[in-house]
């Protein structure tokens, strides 16, 4: 099975007016005028996953989810273990 991968792209271009200085084109006194354009382009491109690719990676993310999951469980249960196990060794001496 194929999967689309949606990418975007921003493009951004910048134009300056007014590129002489600012001494040769006021008067003292007067202000200096700069304008300055932006445009933002927004472009979406699509990609196909071929070689499933998408799909692995969305696999192998669930793995390390999963095993991390089972590394905190396993942490959880050694902790209540041990925990246990000195209880009922204070409760023996007693």
Same mark, same amino acid.
């Given at each position: 099975?194929?999967?689309?991968?949606? !990418?975007?792209?921003?493009? !951004?271009?910048?134009?300056?007016?007014?590129?002489?200085?600012?001494? +040769?084109?006021?008067?003292?006194?007067?202000?200096?005028?700069?304008? !300055?354009?932006?445009?933002?382009?927004?472009?979406?491109?699509?990609?196909?996953?071929?070689?499933?690719?998408?799909?692995?990676?969305?696999? !192998?993310?669930?793995?390390?989810?999963?095993?991390?999951?089972?590394?905190?469980?396993?942490?959880?249960?050694?902790?209540?273990?041990?925990?246990?196990?000195?209880?009922?060794?204070?409760?023996? +001496?007693?």
């Amino acid at each position: 099975m194929w999967y689309l991968k949606r !990418q975007s792209h921003k493009c !951004q271009g910048h134009c300056f007016f007014a590129c002489r200085s600012a001494t +040769d084109l006021t008067r003292p006194g007067e202000p200096r005028i700069t304008k !300055q354009f932006n445009v933002d382009l927004g472009i979406t491109a699509w990609e196909i996953d071929f070689f499933s690719r998408i799909r692995s990676l969305k696999r !192998q993310a669930l793995e390390q989810y999963l095993a991390t999951e089972e590394a905190r469980r396993s942490a959880q249960i050694s902790l209540v273990s041990e925990v246990a196990r000195v209880y009922l060794a204070l409760a023996a +001496d007693r």
